[in-house]
């Protein structure tokens, strides 16, 4: 059996590099907003969920875990109750009113079918959008070098409530995508 000079073996991987490196590498904001979007997937699925308040619960689990994941790609040190804080402050910025739609979305569910259907044109969407929101403004802070302990969220209560009304749009989008055979 013939065996590959060191030239044939160089040439060889060298070819399989080129073939590879033809694809375009993700950056490192690609790969960022990969995690974001598959946690906007994960939240709206969550928001479907029919039992009141469990769907609120586990859209803010998914928010934390997607910042967890976030910190992990930027290599920047995660503290859950940090995390949490800052996911909460955010959250809170958007205002009473969206956020008592959100909640009064997910009670309505205890509403036989027609609370259920209301719940599943509201809830999804914005968790999604918040989670989506959430997410780019942690790629920011930490595509710049920030970390959990040096994010300002008063800072960024503004920025975060005009970004989710455009997002609340984007999320939409992604939700019809998704009904698309």
Known sequence: ???ATKNETKAGD??????AASEPALTRQDKAKQIIRRNVYWTLGLGAIPIPLVDVAGVIVAQVKMVRELAAHYEVDFSESRAKAIVTTLITSIGGHTLSNAVIGSLVKLVPVIGYTFSLVSMPVIGGALTMTLGNIFMMH?????????????????HFRSQFDDNKIVVEEI?????KP
């Open 175 to 179: 939700k019809q995508e998704r009904r």
């Open 142 to 158: 930490f595509e710049s070098g920030g970390t959990l302990l040096d994010f300002d969220a008063e800072a960024m209560r503004e």
């Open 14 to 19: 060298q070819a399989g590099e080129s073939s």
């Open 1 to 3: 059996m013939p065996t």
